[in-house]
């Protein structure tokens, strides 16, 4: 028998979901995104089907508009904002999915929490298992009525270039890069354009699908923490999750968040940042 997550509470099946549909307090988050060269519209899927309520959470719009980076994060009074016009205040207990499975949702998640939702899951397996389980989707468009949302931004989950830069020779946190190898690894093009090939030195890789089964659910606990440490990773020992641009990094953060690692935190502009021609260096 496998040990049971030490945090359950950051996923809910799809079971649980359609049987709570009803509820209140509930309030269902489609996070579907794609990246600009996968060339699809996670807003034109959300008008055409989604899950009976859901609000679309747009990860391109409730972000940073004053820089050139992509999604980053927004400041705590614009995410308070954007979520109160979805409907979403204190006290709501959220569900996060998108259209991949688990891709996107992780890192609508994690905003959530750190900006001091206290009860925010996601579906595991996301929109693909809930289809193909039969279950209701439709295409009707929500008018949530507004709500009030504390937000308060938690540093002590989020990195910056300079405390990545200063943790390279310090090598106080763990660095994890969730791309795939070939990125990471700089055996295979870069996906953003402009950036450089490689990884941030000292940096371990675990692509995030690893996490996942051919359903797009978690593996189980005991296989996580088997593929952290495979990894290079002690789980002992604080760890900084990164990515593309910071939207896989989160399914890092999840997954060690399920294990329960306390200690975890997500560089936001990730190889986006780090990647553009400059003052950071490369490993490859």
Not at 216 to 245: M, N, R, W, Y
Request: hydrophobic share 40%.
């Amino acid at each position: 028998m496998t040990s049971p997550y030490a945090n359950p509470q950051f996923l809910v099946s799809t079971e649980w979901l359609h049987a709570n549909l009803n509820q209140p307090d509930l309030r269902i988050v489609d996070a579907t995104y794609y990246l600009p060269m996968q060339n699809k519209n996670a807003r034109a899927e959300y008008d055409a089907r989604h899950l009976p309520g859901a609000v679309f959470f747009d990860i391109d719009d409730i972000a940073d508009k004053d820089t050139t980076l992509p999604h980053m994060l927004p400041s705590p009074e614009k995410f308070a904002s954007r979520v109160r016009r979805l409907g979403i205040g204190d006290g709501n207990r959220i569900v996060v999915y998108d259209g991949t499975g688990m891709m996107s949702a992780a890192r609508v998640w994690w905003m959530f929490r750190i900006f001091g939702a206290k009860e925010v899951a996601i579906l595991d397996g996301g929109l693909p298992k809930w289809l193909s389980e039969g279950r209701p989707v439709d295409d009707n468009q929500p008018s949530p009525r507004e709500r009030h949302f504390s937000a308060r931004l938690d540093n002590t989950q989020v990195r910056s270039k300079a405390q990545m830069l200063a943790n390279i020779d310090s090598r106080r946190e763990q660095a994890l890069d969730a791309r795939a190898s070939g990125r990471f690894n700089a055996t295979e093009p870069e996906l953003w354009p402009g950036r450089r090939s490689g990884h941030i030195p000292g940096a371990k890789n675990l692509p995030y699908t690893q996490l996942l089964k051919p359903d797009q659910t978690f593996h189980d606990a005991d296989t996580l923490k088997a593929k952290f440490e495979a990894a290079g990773i002690d789980l002992k020992k604080p760890v900084i999750t990164s990515c593309g641009s910071g939207i896989t990094a989160c399914v890092l953060a999840l997954g060690l968040g399920l294990i329960g690692h306390r200690d975890v935190a997500v560089y936001d502009g990730s190889w986006a940042e780090w990647g553009l021609p400059g003052d950071t260096p490369v490993a490859s």
